[in-house]
């Protein structure tokens, strides 16, 4: 059932020991509007813990500095936050797909899975929603929780650079900079830094990239091997996808990982005049406008040419 | 003599017959603003120029989309727009160094040539400082004037990812973004669009790069011949120097360009923690803390060892 923010502060006053729930993977977003509810809870001194499928990577911990590992206890109020689907809850799925009370969200695409949604589809990121959520409470913004705000605002823009940036999310940054947090080494830390291991990775696409159709396509393939062999770990492989597009004239660019022998895994993104989205769906997969994938099995060679042919024909080559 | 807005304002509404100033290798916020004050003027039915040394890169044509040249015309008035020091003028430096009746700029090291100086140094760009003296003067932001302002506050606060961005620039943000512009084509032609050549100049950079001093300093040494070599313009190379700092616990940056044969222009990047500036002074240089450059003679190896000895001693190391 959907809810309004004024609901959704009804419940979050009435509950108490909560298990607080971010999707697998987890990106600033998820764990931004995760640990932003966290402090809120705790500032009304209730018992809340925040459960990450797939724990935090190194780049996204400085989120939850001040936060405190609870003993283990049973939740009577479970919120799931930025999940649009159960199936995005990984190893806890079973767990908890069918007790979770409320949902945050702002993806479209939620399927309404949780007890009572509260879902902004306007706004840029759940931490969006959170904050209109915190104004509704009546929550006490501090350092902490204007952190975990700001960068689930940062994450899902692309730092304000991204087509979803609304005004409103503008105007959150305005007041949670005014808090003492050091944004530019938070974003520093989600834009700009690499391993070098990354940079070297990034280096061998460029070299080995290839374009068809009048360079306006780009192909890279990634085997487990070459990440081995340049010392790159999977979780480094965030946003290799869309590098081609940064090259003038570029507007699909496939990336084809061998899963195994003969199954390669397709992500195809868009510089924004292709709608990738329904390209992967001729080869039986989907996804958003701008990004979408698929699986493609056969030989190297073939699975190449069946893609770089439809993503032709989308191109009018 | 400093002004303030009131004052600033008045000028221009007296004023007639425009002659508008942007700096040297002009950028998005000299332009910015510059084009915003020229549709500014125009609304009130000003006569006005926007006079660019240098001429305007393809990545900054977007922004006098709708500007009209005029016949060649007499300037009563001359208005310079971040320009912080008459040397930055460039080809007109002669022509219009002790004739400039109002300058509007951002930096704190404006030298005061011009007749009237409003400068904030607190504002993150000159379209920040422009956005308050429009309101001072009670222009309509049309969609024109917001993609530049919009424009010139995005440019120098690297897309808001930098310290100084104020509170005040997501504000103004906000409002803009309201108007009919496209932001998210904008930013990605500033921040993401790169020519082929010089993607492969970056892979050669980081191929290239020395680093000292446990990995927290890194050398680039460009030559004109690498350029040529690469088919990479000088126009495409912005940025180049603080390439190395997305590397995990990289400090410095130091791009040495040979100018001619025995003398290298240097330029130094800092990740945040060491003051570049009094590095490069220390060289007979100078600039920002983060952002500065010294001229060094010499051979290349013994240019080099000197600037290496003299960034160990600030790294403590």
């Known amino acids: 059932m959907q809810i309004d923010y004024k609901q959704a502060a009804e419940i979050i006053r009435s509950c108490d ?37 797939d724990g935090i990577i190194q780049r996204y911990r400085f989120i939850c500095q001040g936060y405190e590992e609870e003993e ?6 479970v919120i799931a936050v930025d999940i649009a689907d159960p199936g995005l809850m990984g190893e806890v799925q079973q767990k908890y797909e069918n007790i979770v009370d ?20 306007n706004a840029s990121a759940a931490c969006e929603v959170m904050y209109h959520l915190f104004s509704e409470l009546g929550t006490k913004i501090d350092d902490n ?40 080494t938070i974003n520093r830390e989600m834009f700009d830094i690499k391993s070098k291991e990354r940079l070297y990775l990034e280096q061998h696409i460029v070299d080995h990239m290839e374009t068809y159709h009048n360079e306006k396509c780009a192909v890279l393939c990634i085997t487990e091997d070459l990440c081995t062999r340049l010392g790159v770990d999977m979780e480094e492989l965030d946003g290799v996808a869309g590098l081609p597009l940064q090259i003038q004239g570029m507007e699909v660019a496939v990336t084809m990982k061998e899963k195994k022998p003969g199954v390669y895994k397709i992500s195809m993104r868009s510089a924004g005049k292709i709608n990738v989205s329904r390209i992967c769906q001729q080869l039986g ?29 989308a191109l009018g080559e």
Chains 1, 2 share one sequence.
Not at 292 to 299: E, I, K, N, R, S
Request: a negative charge; aromatic letters at 8%; proline letters at 4%.
């Open 17 to 53: 020991n909560v298990h607080i729930l971010t999707h697998q993977s987890p990106d600033g977003d998820t764990l931004g509007s995760g640990f932003a509810l966290y402090f809120a809870l705790r500032a009304m001194n209730k018992r809340a813990a925040v459960i990450c499928p």
């Open 72 to 77: 283990t206890f049973e939740p009577e109020c």
């Open 102 to 121: 409320l949902c945050i969200d702002h993806h479209i695409s939620n399927t309404m899975y949780a007890k009572k949604t509260l879902v902004n589809p």
């Open 145 to 184: 929780i204007a952190r975990c705000l700001y960068t689930g605002i940062a994450t899902d823009t692309g730092c304000f650079k991204y087509s979803n940036t609304t005004p409103s999310a503008h105007i959150i940054a305005a007041e949670m900079i005014g808090y003492n947090i050091d944004f530019a």
């Open 285 to 313: 997969g989907g996804g958003h406008v701008n990004a979408a994938g698929c699986l493609v099995t056969g030989g190297l060679d073939d699975a190449k040419a069946q893609i770089v042919e439809v993503v032709g024909k």
